[in-house]
């Protein structure tokens, strides 16, 4: 079945620090989401991802969409103690109504 | 978006019990999904139900362990069966009122003693 792995596991680092992380799908997507979740809370839907190549931003997000549809990153230019928990991609393949399949997840540790 | 209710938000079951997990949405939505997160894990699709229809179930998830029901479009329940510790687990509720992007309910976390 389809398969989306994400690295690192996790990453820790200074607030201030930039932090990245990749999403790899096993199989061609028709888009990619991003979702957050805080430390005791429920995924939160940051962004959508549709065509090759795209890439798009929300402050100090950016959200980069493969050429092939089967891999994205999210980079966080400076981080901020806010930007705490784990952040997950989710894939859409083409005529499975909606459904998601969610990576593996990178939990964000900063600190000050 | 969408707010979405759910209940109990945990519970302590004995082994061979069965649990029911309620999901409240405040508008009508067509799809629900149901998942399963392990505490430190990512999120597993257990199914998606649709008004009016069977539910669907993900490879390794079975109607009798996991009885799903959806009378109406703002509400799901989930049916956690003959639980055992392993089904100890966050059991989250999402739906997808705009196709794409889905919104999810504050989970329930299960422990099974």
């Known amino acids: 079945g389809q398969q989306v792995m994400q690295i690192p596991q996790y990453q820790h680092v200074q607030e201030g620090e930039d932090f990245t992380t990749y999403c790899n799908s096993s199989?061609?997507?028709?888009?990619i989401q991003w979702y957050k979740q805080r430390p005791g809370g429920h995924p939160v839907f940051l962004i959508q991802?549709?065509?090759?190549?795209e890439v798009k931003k929300q402050k100090r997000l950016t959200f980069q969409f493969g050429e092939a549809k089967k891999n994205s990153s999210l980079h966080i230019t400076a981080t901020q103690t806010t930007d705490v928990g784990t952040y997950f991609c989710?894939?859409?393949?083409?005529?499975?109504?909606?459904?998601?399949?969610f990576g593996t997840g990178t939990r964000l540790q900063v600190t000050l | 978006s969408a707010v979405i209710s759910q209940k109990p938000s945990r519970d302590i079951c004995q082994r061979g019990t069965s649990l029911t997990i309620q999901c409240q949405v405040d508008?009508?939505?067509?799809?629900m999904f149901w998942y399963r997160q392990q505490p430190g894990q990512s999120l597993t699709l257990i199914a998606t139900?649709?008004?009016?229809?069977?539910?669907?179930?993900e490879s390794g998830f079975v109607i009798d362990k996991f009885p799903i029901s959806r009378p109406n479009l703002t509400f799901s329940t989930l049916t956690v069966s003959n639980m055992s510790p392993e089904d100890s687990s966050i059991y989250l509720c999402?739906?997808?009122?705009?196709?794409?992007?889905?919104?999810f309910g504050p989970g329930t976390r299960l422990t099974v003693t």
């Open positions: 999402s739906v997808g009122p705009f196709s794409y992007e889905q919104y």
């Open positions: 199989t061609t997507l028709s888009n």
């Open positions: 991802l549709v065509k090759s190549g």
């Open positions: 989710a894939g859409q393949v083409d005529g499975t109504a909606s459904k998601l399949t």
């Open positions: 508008s009508q939505v067509t799809m």
């Open positions: 139900a649709n008004q009016g229809s069977e539910a669907t179930y």
